[in-house]
Protein backbone atom coordinates (compact mmCIF):
# COMPACT_ATOMS: atom_id res chain seq x y z
CA UNK A 1 0.00 0.00 0.00
CA UNK A 2 2.55 2.48 0.70
CA UNK A 3 4.60 1.56 -2.25
CA UNK A 4 1.29 2.31 -4.43
CA UNK A 5 0.81 5.93 -2.75
CA UNK A 6 4.42 6.58 -3.61
CA UNK A 7 4.29 5.28 -6.99
CA UNK A 8 1.57 7.71 -7.43
CA UNK A 9 2.88 10.80 -5.56
CA UNK A 10 6.00 10.31 -7.61
CA UNK A 11 3.65 10.43 -10.65
CA UNK A 12 1.37 13.11 -9.48
CA UNK A 13 4.81 15.16 -9.01
CA UNK A 14 6.32 14.39 -12.55
CA UNK A 15 2.67 15.41 -14.14
CA UNK A 16 2.78 18.85 -12.36
CA UNK A 17 6.53 19.56 -13.34
CA UNK A 18 5.40 18.84 -16.95
CA UNK A 19 1.92 21.22 -16.73
CA UNK A 20 4.21 23.65 -15.30
CA UNK A 21 7.18 23.58 -17.17
CA UNK A 22 5.74 25.90 -20.34
CA UNK A 23 4.54 28.39 -17.82
CA UNK A 24 8.29 28.19 -16.75
CA UNK A 25 9.49 28.26 -20.20
CA UNK A 26 7.69 30.95 -21.08
CA UNK A 27 8.30 32.79 -17.60
CA UNK A 28 12.30 31.91 -18.33
CA UNK A 29 11.89 33.65 -22.02
CA UNK A 30 10.13 36.90 -20.46
CA UNK A 31 12.93 37.00 -17.72
CA UNK A 32 15.62 36.86 -20.73
CA UNK A 33 14.75 39.33 -23.12
CA UNK A 34 13.46 41.84 -20.85
CA UNK A 35 16.84 41.17 -18.84
CA UNK A 36 18.63 42.10 -22.24
CA UNK A 37 16.48 45.44 -22.23
CA UNK A 38 17.27 46.38 -19.08
CA UNK A 39 21.54 45.77 -19.16
CA UNK A 40 21.09 47.96 -22.35
CA UNK A 41 19.37 50.90 -20.61
CA UNK A 42 21.78 50.68 -18.00
CA UNK A 43 24.92 50.80 -20.20
CA UNK A 44 23.39 52.86 -22.59
CA UNK A 45 23.34 56.16 -19.86
CA UNK A 46 23.53 58.70 -22.65
CA UNK A 47 20.53 57.36 -24.74
CA UNK A 48 18.26 57.64 -21.21
CA UNK A 49 19.49 61.09 -20.39
CA UNK A 50 19.17 62.23 -23.70
CA UNK A 51 15.61 61.03 -23.42
CA UNK A 52 14.96 63.14 -20.05
CA UNK A 53 16.74 65.96 -20.89
CA UNK A 54 14.70 66.19 -24.11
CA UNK A 55 11.47 67.23 -22.07
CA UNK A 56 12.85 68.46 -19.01
CA UNK A 57 14.71 71.04 -21.85
CA UNK A 58 10.57 71.68 -23.78
CA UNK A 59 9.18 72.47 -20.88
CA UNK A 60 11.93 75.07 -18.67
CA UNK A 61 12.90 76.92 -21.96
CA UNK A 62 10.03 76.65 -24.66
CA UNK A 63 6.75 76.57 -22.21
CA UNK A 64 9.14 80.10 -20.93
CA UNK A 65 9.38 81.69 -24.03
CA UNK A 66 5.66 81.26 -25.37
CA UNK A 67 3.51 80.13 -22.37
CA UNK A 68 2.54 84.06 -22.07
CA UNK A 69 1.38 83.77 -25.62
CA UNK A 70 -0.55 80.91 -25.35
CA UNK A 71 -3.65 81.13 -23.50
CA UNK A 72 -5.18 77.73 -22.08
CA UNK A 73 -9.54 77.93 -21.78
CA UNK A 74 -11.37 75.91 -19.54
CA UNK A 75 -11.85 72.53 -22.01
CA UNK A 76 -12.43 69.47 -20.85
CA UNK A 77 -10.71 67.84 -18.50
CA UNK A 78 -10.00 70.97 -17.21
CA UNK A 79 -12.13 72.43 -14.75
CA UNK A 80 -10.01 76.20 -14.61
CA UNK A 81 -7.74 77.83 -16.19
CA UNK A 82 -4.37 75.96 -15.87
CA UNK A 83 -0.58 77.53 -16.78
CA UNK A 84 0.94 76.04 -20.07
CA UNK A 85 3.55 74.45 -17.82
CA UNK A 86 0.77 72.44 -16.56
CA UNK A 87 -1.19 71.85 -20.01
CA UNK A 88 1.99 70.02 -21.46
CA UNK A 89 3.03 68.36 -18.82
CA UNK A 90 1.15 65.13 -20.28
CA UNK A 91 2.37 66.05 -23.69
CA UNK A 92 6.43 65.57 -22.07
CA UNK A 93 5.12 62.63 -20.56
CA UNK A 94 4.45 61.14 -24.21
CA UNK A 95 7.85 62.41 -25.66
CA UNK A 96 9.10 60.06 -23.08
CA UNK A 97 7.20 57.16 -24.68
CA UNK A 98 7.52 58.04 -27.92
CA UNK A 99 11.19 58.70 -27.99
CA UNK A 100 12.41 55.67 -25.94
CA UNK A 101 9.50 53.24 -27.15
CA UNK A 102 9.97 53.93 -30.92
CA UNK A 103 13.62 53.58 -31.12
CA UNK A 104 13.72 50.77 -28.86
CA UNK A 105 11.59 48.52 -31.30
CA UNK A 106 13.10 50.22 -34.05
CA UNK A 107 16.61 48.99 -32.35
CA UNK A 108 15.45 45.87 -33.57
CA UNK A 109 16.89 46.90 -37.42
CA UNK A 110 20.61 46.89 -35.29
CA UNK A 111 19.66 43.19 -34.16
CA UNK A 112 18.94 42.23 -37.40
CA UNK A 113 22.23 43.55 -38.82
CA UNK A 114 24.29 42.27 -36.26
CA UNK A 115 22.97 38.87 -36.23
CA UNK A 116 20.80 38.89 -32.93
CA UNK A 117 17.64 38.62 -34.61
CA UNK A 118 18.30 35.61 -35.83
CA UNK A 119 18.85 34.06 -32.65
CA UNK A 120 16.16 35.30 -31.18
CA UNK A 121 13.79 34.12 -33.60
CA UNK A 122 14.94 30.69 -33.43
CA UNK A 123 14.02 30.57 -30.01
CA UNK A 124 11.50 27.68 -29.28
CA UNK A 125 8.86 30.05 -28.75
CA UNK A 126 6.07 31.75 -30.90
CA UNK A 127 7.42 34.00 -33.12
CA UNK A 128 4.65 36.89 -31.77
CA UNK A 129 5.44 36.05 -28.11
CA UNK A 130 8.83 36.83 -28.21
CA UNK A 131 7.61 40.22 -29.83
CA UNK A 132 5.61 40.08 -27.27
CA UNK A 133 7.95 39.96 -24.22
CA UNK A 134 9.92 42.66 -26.12
CA UNK A 135 7.29 45.17 -26.61
CA UNK A 136 6.86 44.37 -22.62
CA UNK A 137 10.32 45.11 -21.92
CA UNK A 138 10.26 48.55 -23.60
CA UNK A 139 7.35 49.44 -22.13
CA UNK A 140 8.20 48.84 -18.78
CA UNK A 141 11.68 50.57 -19.17
CA UNK A 142 9.60 53.76 -21.19
CA UNK A 143 7.13 53.95 -17.79
CA UNK A 144 9.99 54.04 -15.41
CA UNK A 145 11.74 57.42 -17.19
CA UNK A 146 8.42 58.67 -17.42
CA UNK A 147 8.14 58.46 -13.67
CA UNK A 148 11.80 59.96 -13.69
CA UNK A 149 10.28 62.74 -15.42
CA UNK A 150 7.86 63.51 -13.11
CA UNK A 151 10.17 63.10 -9.83
CA UNK A 152 12.28 65.76 -11.36
CA UNK A 153 9.31 68.48 -12.28
CA UNK A 154 7.84 67.71 -9.17
CA UNK A 155 11.98 68.97 -7.68
CA UNK A 156 12.19 71.82 -10.07
CA UNK A 157 9.18 72.92 -9.10
CA UNK A 158 10.42 74.37 -5.79
CA UNK A 159 13.49 75.76 -7.81
CA UNK A 160 11.94 76.96 -10.59
CA UNK A 161 8.07 77.76 -9.80
CA UNK A 162 6.88 79.71 -12.59
CA UNK A 163 8.89 78.01 -15.21
CA UNK A 164 7.56 74.04 -14.00
CA UNK A 165 4.30 72.62 -12.62
CA UNK A 166 3.64 69.79 -10.70
CA UNK A 167 0.79 67.27 -11.13
CA UNK A 168 -1.52 66.54 -8.34
CA UNK A 169 -0.36 63.48 -6.52
CA UNK A 170 -3.20 61.55 -6.79
CA UNK A 171 -2.69 61.64 -11.16
CA UNK A 172 0.48 59.74 -10.23
CA UNK A 173 -1.38 56.66 -9.76
CA UNK A 174 -4.08 57.08 -12.17
CA UNK A 175 -1.68 58.04 -15.29
CA UNK A 176 0.09 54.59 -14.43
CA UNK A 177 -2.25 52.40 -17.10
CA UNK A 178 -2.63 55.13 -19.30
CA UNK A 179 1.49 55.70 -19.39
CA UNK A 180 1.85 51.80 -20.17
CA UNK A 181 -0.84 51.48 -23.01
CA UNK A 182 0.58 54.61 -24.75
CA UNK A 183 4.03 53.05 -24.27
CA UNK A 184 3.11 49.88 -25.71
CA UNK A 185 0.74 51.42 -28.93
CA UNK A 186 4.14 53.70 -29.68
CA UNK A 187 6.32 50.44 -29.27
CA UNK A 188 4.02 48.50 -31.50
CA UNK A 189 4.26 50.97 -34.10
CA UNK A 190 7.87 51.03 -33.94
CA UNK A 191 7.73 47.44 -34.26
CA UNK A 192 6.07 47.48 -37.14
CA UNK A 193 8.25 50.19 -38.90
CA UNK A 194 11.32 47.58 -37.74
CA UNK A 195 9.88 45.15 -40.40
CA UNK A 196 10.03 47.79 -43.34
CA UNK A 197 13.15 49.68 -42.20
CA UNK A 198 16.08 47.43 -43.61
CA UNK A 199 19.38 48.99 -42.63
CA UNK A 200 19.95 51.25 -39.37
CA UNK A 201 20.76 54.23 -41.98
CA UNK A 202 17.36 54.39 -42.47
CA UNK A 203 16.68 55.25 -38.78
CA UNK A 204 16.80 59.10 -39.92
CA UNK A 205 13.90 58.44 -41.93
CA UNK A 206 12.02 57.23 -39.53
CA UNK A 207 12.12 59.93 -37.03
CA UNK A 208 11.99 62.69 -39.89
CA UNK A 209 8.85 61.16 -41.35
CA UNK A 210 7.31 59.35 -38.37
CA UNK A 211 8.55 60.47 -34.93
CA UNK A 212 8.30 64.08 -35.58
CA UNK A 213 4.92 64.54 -37.43
CA UNK A 214 3.66 62.60 -34.89
CA UNK A 215 4.45 64.75 -31.92
CA UNK A 216 4.14 68.03 -33.70
CA UNK A 217 0.84 67.12 -35.16
CA UNK A 218 -1.21 66.53 -32.17
CA UNK A 219 -2.13 68.39 -29.10
CA UNK A 220 1.29 67.83 -27.03
CA UNK A 221 2.54 71.33 -27.41
CA UNK A 222 -0.92 73.22 -27.94
CA UNK A 223 -4.49 72.59 -27.95
CA UNK A 224 -6.47 71.61 -30.78
CA UNK A 225 -9.34 74.30 -31.21
CA UNK A 226 -5.93 76.87 -31.22
CA UNK A 227 -5.51 75.20 -34.87
CA UNK A 228 -9.26 75.36 -36.11
CA UNK A 229 -9.29 79.28 -34.64
CA UNK A 230 -6.17 80.34 -36.88
CA UNK A 231 -7.58 78.35 -39.86
CA UNK A 232 -5.38 75.20 -39.97
CA UNK A 233 -7.81 72.82 -40.35
CA UNK A 234 -5.66 70.81 -42.53
CA UNK A 235 -3.40 70.40 -39.17
CA UNK A 236 -6.54 70.02 -37.19
CA UNK A 237 -8.03 67.20 -39.07
CA UNK A 238 -4.58 65.32 -39.44
CA UNK A 239 -3.95 65.68 -35.46
CA UNK A 240 -7.56 63.60 -35.38
CA UNK A 241 -6.27 61.03 -36.78
CA UNK A 242 -2.64 60.71 -35.55
CA UNK A 243 -2.93 58.47 -32.65
CA UNK A 244 -0.56 59.58 -30.81
CA UNK A 245 -3.47 62.45 -30.15
CA UNK A 246 -4.73 60.31 -28.03
CA UNK A 247 -2.25 58.94 -26.29
CA UNK A 248 -1.65 62.38 -25.34
CA UNK A 249 -5.85 62.33 -24.46
CA UNK A 250 -5.95 59.31 -22.55
CA UNK A 251 -2.58 60.30 -20.05
CA UNK A 252 -4.49 64.35 -19.64
CA UNK A 253 -7.85 63.18 -18.66
CA UNK A 254 -6.93 59.96 -16.41
CA UNK A 255 -4.12 62.63 -14.36
CA UNK A 256 -7.70 64.37 -13.61
CA UNK A 257 -8.99 60.86 -13.04
CA UNK A 258 -10.89 61.33 -15.78
CA UNK A 259 -11.96 58.70 -18.42
CA UNK A 260 -11.82 59.25 -22.56
CA UNK A 261 -13.70 56.16 -23.80
CA UNK A 262 -12.47 57.36 -27.15
CA UNK A 263 -8.66 57.79 -27.02
CA UNK A 264 -8.65 54.36 -25.19
CA UNK A 265 -9.99 52.39 -28.06
CA UNK A 266 -8.13 53.94 -30.68
CA UNK A 267 -4.57 53.34 -28.24
CA UNK A 268 -5.90 50.14 -27.66
CA UNK A 269 -6.77 49.20 -31.40
CA UNK A 270 -3.86 50.47 -32.51
CA UNK A 271 -1.57 48.77 -30.56
CA UNK A 272 -3.25 45.48 -31.44
CA UNK A 273 -3.27 46.24 -35.37
CA UNK A 274 0.30 46.74 -35.62
CA UNK A 275 1.32 44.28 -33.31
CA UNK A 276 -0.70 41.36 -35.42
CA UNK A 277 1.46 43.40 -38.30
CA UNK A 278 4.37 43.05 -36.94
CA UNK A 279 3.92 39.54 -36.14
CA UNK A 280 3.17 38.50 -39.38
CA UNK A 281 5.99 40.43 -40.69
CA UNK A 282 8.27 38.42 -38.52
CA UNK A 283 6.87 35.11 -39.19
CA UNK A 284 9.67 33.24 -40.65
CA UNK A 285 7.62 31.36 -43.47
CA UNK A 286 6.70 34.89 -45.02
CA UNK A 287 10.10 35.64 -44.78
CA UNK A 288 11.05 32.21 -47.11
CA UNK A 289 8.27 33.40 -49.38
CA UNK A 290 9.59 36.69 -50.13
CA UNK A 291 13.42 35.25 -50.75
CA UNK A 292 12.16 32.19 -53.20
CA UNK A 293 10.20 35.03 -55.08
CA UNK A 294 13.15 37.42 -54.93
CA UNK A 295 15.51 34.36 -56.26
CA UNK A 296 12.98 33.82 -59.06
Not at 88 to 96: A, N, Q
Not at 281 to 291: A, F
Request: with cysteine; hydrophobic share 55%; aromatic share 14%.
Amino acid sequence: MTAQLTTETTFTGADNRRRASPFVHWSLALYAIANREIGKFIRQRGRWASALIRPILWLVVFAAGIGSLLGISIVPPYQTYVTYQEYIMPGLLGIVLLFYGMQSSLSMVYDREMGMMRLLLTAPLPRWAILLFKLLGATFLAVIQAYIFLLITYGFSFIFPRLTAALPWSGWLYVLGPLFLGGMMLSSVGLLLSVYIRQLENFAGAMNFVIFPMFFISPALYPLWKLREVGADVVYWGAQINPFTHVIELIRYSIYGQFNGIALAVVVGVTLACFVLAAIGYDPQRGMIQRIGRAN
